[in-house]
């Protein structure tokens, strides 16, 4: 069973507004989270992370919130552009699992200009 | 810059064919990884390995095995190809504790 659920499979958003990626995990041990980009015919690339000590962590135009209650992340795009086209995964990892990450199924972000 | 190269892009293979993935990472990473990526499941990890001739199962290591004998270099054996192991593969690798992993370029493996 996965642990790591992103229900979104596709998302369309416009140039220049918001584009919001959500991310749902079972296991409470869970204390990191990532964000990886992936363009076709590419491997992932890292985004952005949080540590469960956090509840939000920005970089730029993207932010990552993180609801610890509710094992609930989100990513946050803003303005979102062309180039941020990609699938985006999820990740988790706890403290019992020594560098070893759960992947969500990733969500294909269309930007449209 | 951290570099992750794969041997092959794309590779076509028949069932029973025995499978060679070589992944090679050029910054010295104590950690390197397999993963499968398919359709609606994300990426799963195959094995795993910490160390020169170390390895360790992920979650769906049936049907592979793996061989770390430099510590640059990773390889997944697919020791009797099998269509349901027709998927994307992804190597990575990390620096000690690091959480941030490095992703290969990926080979698409196509088993008939």
């Known amino acids: 069973d996965q642990q790591v659920k992103q229900n979104s499979p596709s998302l369309s958003v416009q140039e220049g507004r918001i584009s919001i990626l959500n991310c749902d995990y079972t296991?409470?041990?869970?204390?990191?989270f990532l964000w990886y980009k992936k363009y076709p015919a590419e491997g992932p690339t890292f985004l952005i992370s949080?540590?469960?000590?956090?509840d939000k962590n920005e970089d730029g135009r993207f932010t990552v919130f993180l609801n610890k209650s509710a094992k609930h992340l989100s990513l946050h795009i803003v303005p979102s552009q062309p180039g941020d086209s990609a699938v985006y995964f999820c990740?988790?990892?706890?403290?019992?699992?020594?560098?070893?990450?759960?992947f969500g199924a990733g969500t294909q972000v269309v930007v449209t200009p | 810059d951290v570099k992750v190269t794969q041997s092959s892009r794309y590779l076509v293979k028949r069932t029973g064919e025995k499978v060679f993935l070589e992944c090679v990472q050029d910054m010295d990473h104590e950690n390197m990884f397999w993963y499968r990526q398919d359709p609606g499941l994300g990426l799963r990890l195959i094995y795993f390995s910490y160390d020169v001739k170390m390895k360790e199962k992920g979650d769906i290591p049936e049907g592979y095995s793996v061989s770390r004998e430099k510590k640059e270099r990773f390889s997944l054996i697919l020791e009797s190809a099998s269509t349901n192991q027709t998927s994307m593969y992804l190597c990575?690798?990390?620096?000690?504790?690091?959480?941030?992993?490095?992703f290969g370029p990926g080979t698409r493996l196509l088993v008939l």
């Open positions: 949080i540590s469960s000590i956090k």
């Open positions: 296991n409470s041990m869970f204390d990191y």
């Open positions: 990575a690798s990390t620096l000690g504790t690091g959480k941030t992993q490095y």
């Open positions: 990740a988790a990892s706890g403290a019992d699992s020594w560098g070893k990450f759960q």
